[in-house]
């Protein structure tokens, strides 16, 4: 993999020149939170630190699109053409190849997906202060990206080691080379250095939640445990942890009325809900709140692995943050490895 050294300066200089040939997206706090914004000015770039609070698929799975329109079709917009992702973090690259199995790997390709995707250029970034809900560590990932980037951005003291992880990434390169040059041996060791602490912090934080088992294991051998039932007792059916999971991908469709014609129109939906399962005749093999978490954990940390052979789940710790009912993933799957 080429790596190149950045200066802060040549940064300023290079996404003024990429803001100008697409947009640009990169997190800005606002609130305190950190949040995907359209490019105004370098100032207000927050590389480092940690994922946004919401999560990257909005940008390519959009809560709610008009997929056709009847009986008069009509030409359907997918997309804004090509746009840049500054900053994004190794857990929500993931989700996207998480999201790649699901919507473009198989037989059919969704094509709202594939066009966002191939429309996309990924510039990542090292996480530098992960929050105390992310467990990236306990899902086989770190926190710093080793894939599905064009370029990553490792920031150092006033510069940045940059990664080359893509025939994209290495144009980017290519078209401004003035403004990156070779790095020297101490950059190489800082980047090292501050990934080593990042990592460790990460460990620390959840060193109360490590278990013995694997995920899968937990869950496949808790099937029927009676601490689904206690812990859906906190639930309120909210559906916030599948709406902010960047890799939970149901959806609904539905019509809408529009002038002369209708609009299929769909919508994310949520496995949290009790009509989610229901079927015609009202036959509903979820119905009790219990069974549709431990739906959720099965769904992301079974089934999946079987399938695709990773975690739906990127240790984000987005769910963990959000939950009404201060349900932690973490400390249900240990509590369910010691329950027997
Ligand atoms: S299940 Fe929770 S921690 Fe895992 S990817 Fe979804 S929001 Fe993130
Ligand atoms: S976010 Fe928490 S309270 Fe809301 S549906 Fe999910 S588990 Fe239940």
């Not at 080359?164 to 041996?185: A, C, M, Q, W």
């Not at 980047?191 to 912090?201: G, I, S």
């Not at 939906?269 to 093999?285: E, K, R």
Request: glycine share 6%.
């Amino acid at each position: 993999m080429d790596v190149h050294y950045l200066s802060k300066i040549n940064f300023r200089r290079w996404v003024e020149r990429l803001s100008q040939e697409a947009p640009l997206y990169h997190p800005k706090e606002i609130n305190g939170n950190l949040v995907y914004q359209k490019f105004i000015s370098e100032e207000e770039i927050i590389l480092g630190e940690v994922r946004t609070i919401g999560p990257l698929k909005v940008y390519f799975f959009s809560l709610n699109q008009r997929v056709a329109t009847y009986p008069s079709p009509s030409r359907i917009k997918k997309g804004e053409g090509l746009r840049i992702f500054l900053g994004v973090k190794a857990c929500d690259l993931q989700s996207l190849e998480i999201l790649d199995k699901v919507f473009i790997e198989g037989e059919y390709k969704e094509p709202f997906y594939l066009k966002e995707r191939k429309n996309t250029i990924l510039i990542s970034s090292d996480c530098t202060k992960p929050k105390d809900a992310c467990f990236c560590n306990l899902v086989d990932l770190e926190p710093y990206p080793r894939k599905g980037f064009d370029l990553n951005l490792s920031p150092l003291k006033e510069s940045f080691l940059v990664e080359v992880g893509s025939e994209k990434g290495e144009e980017l390169i290519s078209r401004f080379k003035d403004f990156f040059n070779r790095p020297s041996g101490e950059q190489i060791e800082e980047q090292k250095e501050n990934r080593k602490k990042t990592l460790n912090l990460l460990k620390a934080t959840n060193t109360s939640f490590k278990t013995k088992k694997s995920y899968q294991k937990i869950v496949k051998k808790n099937y029927d445990s009676p601490l689904w039932e206690e812990e859906a007792g906190d639930c309120v059916e909210c559906g916030l942890c599948t709406n902010i999971c960047p890799t939970c991908h149901c959806y609904l469709l539905y019509d809408e009325k529009e002038k002369r014609a209708f609009n299929r129109m769909r919508m994310w939906d949520s496995c949290q809900y009790i009509g989610f399962a229901q079927v015609a005749g009202g036959a509903n093999p979820r119905a009790r709140l219990a069974e549709r978490l431990r739906h959720r954990y099965l769904h992301k940390l079974d089934y999946f692995k079987d399938d695709f052979g990773l975690y739906m789940c990127t240790g984000c710790g987005r769910c963990v943050e959000g939950c009404l009912g201060k349900i932690d993933m973490r400390e249900v799957l240990k509590k369910l490895e010691e329950s027997k």
